[in-house]
């Protein structure tokens, strides 16, 4: 995940001439300000620690990714079989920000980076099979004082 200020002036003028239109009224999150809030990451890319069980088909579990982690110590079992791991492989920030969530809590944009971050493999079950295994990481997001979760998509 790059900044503006890394790409071409060129791509960085594109992404900035595109539209978007602006949310009406305030956001609905009340509660501390960003810069007050312990921030964890939530990622559904099928990363784990090296070593690690492998993600299968359908899998239903999560891997628990520590803070301190080095990017080079995880890797990714999604089973999609479209799935391009390219992008993780050049730079584990597309799946996995936490490089920049670091540079927000540095920048006191954010309260703090949690401890804990957590990874699933985000293909193959629905919603109501999911949801015990989300109670569960809430509950743990909770218990690690963790007020703001970015939920990465992948």
């Known amino acids: 995940m790059v900044r503006l200020a890394d790409i071409s002036e060129v791509e960085r003028a594109h992404l900035l001439a595109k539209e978007c239109a602006p949310f009406p009224g305030q956001p609905w999150v009340e509660g501390l300000p960003l810069s007050d809030r312990r921030v964890a990451l939530v990622t559904s890319a099928g990363l784990h620690r090296v070593g690690e069980q492998a993600f299968s088909l359908v899998d239903l579990s999560y891997r ?13 079992t999604h089973s999609s079989v479209h799935f391009d791991r390219v992008g993780f492989r050049e730079d584990v920030n597309l799946v996995f920000p936490i490089d920049r969530l ?3 809590e540095n920048e006191g944009v954010i309260g703090s980076v949690a401890d804990r971050h ?6 193959g079950w629905l919603p ?3 949801e015990p295994t989300m109670r569960e990481l ?5 218990e690690d004082d963790v007020d703001a979760v970015c939920l990465v998509p992948v």
């Open 64 to 76: 628990v990714i520590p803070s301190d982690l080095e990017a080079s110590d995880l890797t990714m």
């Open 102 to 104: 670091r540079e927000l």
């Open 118 to 123: 957590y990874s699933l493999m985000g293909a």
């Open 128 to 130: 109501q099979q999911i």
């Open 138 to 142: 809430a509950r743990l997001l909770k």
